[in-house]
């Protein structure tokens, strides 16, 4: 009677540990395939395609189209974590190189701005001495 | 006993999971990284114009720290300190197009400055303009006031117009007779003559004497120079430029009227003064 009755541990404790233990271990086992990061990546890459980023940030940029090419082979290769890295690293880097020359641009803007006003008041300087 | 057995088992599995899964120590990467984030959030334009991205770097590093690998930690860190300087690089763009509209105001404001003065410049020229037309008025007004000036002192000089010009005549009372100095009575005439010839620069005079045919012709001529420089002295005296004075004595050889009567030979008995151009 008493060997009848299962434990209760046995009982209630047993679904749950193994449901817990898989929730770890898929947790720290090998990654699913990194769809959305290489997706991710490649619309970083798109976006920062650009005359300005071949201008100032051509580094960074190449180190993004090698980083996504390298992502794919892995991904081909079903090395899925290392995929997932690069892919992150990828997008990280186009982002930053587009980041990069738009910073430039707008200095250059800025530049522009500032020497053309420095042209007009010469200007002014010019014509309030011929008054 | 199996109870037991069970129970160790089940937890020495989930220990060795946990050991297998649990963080590994960071590296000097994700530290440099960290640092790198603290750096940046001191920052004030980081904080105000790109604080998305900054959250975005803190996820990675953060991610980075509970990473359970090597490569994992690696790779966030690198991903978190792009991110960071990725929310650099959007901030100084950021305050740059702030710059940029600033810039636009103060170019506004030059600009106005610049029109300000143009418009002003033009408003001088045109009052330039008219204020040279109404000197070119004022000029001929006083082109013809002083032509109208002239013919009244010449009128007041008794001039008389004749084909040689303006003529005056000294009459024979303004002489001592058979003498050349000029009498009082006659200098009126010659201030007004030396006052028209001080304000109408451009003219010259001709001084020429008369006599009536009383007394030889040498003597008469001699007479008649002696007094057309009598004259001409006098208005040396009285600062006219000798330069612009001619003499000429002329004796009995010109009578304007006959010798035969008293009268006639008062009027021959002359100095003439032309006034020419």
Known sequence: MLNSVKPYWQRIHLPALLTMMLVVLSGCSSAPKPVAEISAAETALTAAESEDVNKHAPVRMDRARQKIKQAKVELGKQNYATAKRLAQEAQADAELAKAIANKAEADRAVSELENSIKVLREEIMRARKRQ | ?277
């Not at chain 2, 020495?12 to 899964?21: M, N």
């Not at chain 2, 690696?74 to 901030?91: D, K, P, T």
């Not at chain 2, 003597?219 to 006098?234: G, H």
């Open chain 2, 1 to 277: 006993m199996s109870r037991i057995a069970n129970r160790l088992t089940i937890f020495a599995t989930l220990t060795l999971i946990l050991v297998a899964c649990s963080s590994v120590q960071k590296n000097q990467a994700l530290l440099d990284a960290e640092q790198s984030y603290a750096e940046a959030k001191q920052e004030q334009q980081i904080l105000r114009y790109a604080p998305a991205e900054l959250e975005r770097a803190e996820q990675a590093l953060s991610s980075a720290a509970d990473a359970d690998n090597l490569d994992d930690m690696n790779s966030l860190a690198y991903v978190g300190a792009a991110r960071i300087e990725i929310a650099r690089a959007i901030a100084a763009r950021k305050a740059s197009g702030a710059r940029l509209e600033e810039l636009g105001e103060v170019k506004n404001k030059e600009r106005l400055k610049a029109r300000e003065i143009e418009i002003q410049r033009e408003q001088q020229a045109k009052a330039e303009a008219l204020r040279d037309k109404e000197a070119a008025l004022m000029e001929r007004e006083q082109a013809l006031a002083k032509a109208e000036a002239l013919r009244r002192e010449l009128e007041e000089l008794q001039a008389m117009k004749t084909e040689r010009g303006m003529v005056m005549t000294l009459g024979d009372v303004l002489f001592s007779s058979g003498k050349t100095e000029l009498l009082p009575g006659a200098m009126s005439t010659i201030d007004k003559l030396a006052s028209f010839l001080a304000e109408y620069p451009e003219k010259s005079v001709l001084i020429e004497g008369h006599t009536d045919n009383v007394g030889s012709e040498a003597y008469n001529l001699d007479l008649s120079e002696r007094r057309a420089l009598s004259v001409k002295e006098a208005l040396v005296q009285v600062g006219v430029d000798a330069a612009r004075i001619d003499t000429l004595g002329l004796g009995e050889s010109t009578p304007i009227t006959d010798n035969a009567t008293a009268a006639g030979r008062l009027k021959n008995r002359r100095v003439e003064i032309v006034i020419r151009d």
